[in-house]
């Protein structure tokens, strides 16, 4: 899977700039410092922000593993249910959907 955003990792700067892994502003959180919330609500939405590139590599690699223990349980086809392992992978692929359109 190739990424359509700017490579991670990111971090964000005391000035609300997000910048890439050569220290390049991607984006720009200080036009938000309007926006209703405090200060430490918009610190912690920039932390989850800056690690998004590395949460979504973390549930693809997820992906991956659980594709290959996904499998359904039951005594017959009459009584097939997925396990576990499929449930969670249903619901990764979904996350990973929504960051890759």
Known sequence: ??????PGPWSVDSHGL???NSDTPIANLTS??????????????????TTAPSLLEALQ???V???QRADAEGNG?????PNWE???L????????????
């Open 32 to 49: 938000a410092s309007f926006l209703p919330g405090s200060l430490f609500e918009r610190e912690a939405n920039a932390r989850l922000i």
């Open 18 to 20: 997000i910048h890439n």
């Open 65 to 67: 593993q659980l594709d």
């Open 90 to 101: 249903q619901i990764v692929n979904a996350v990973i959907a929504k960051a890759e359109p």
């Open 1 to 6: 899977m190739s990424a359509k955003h700017t």
């Open 77 to 81: 086809p009459a009584d097939y249910r």
């Open 86 to 88: 499929m449930s969670l």
């Open 61 to 63: 690699e997820v992906s």
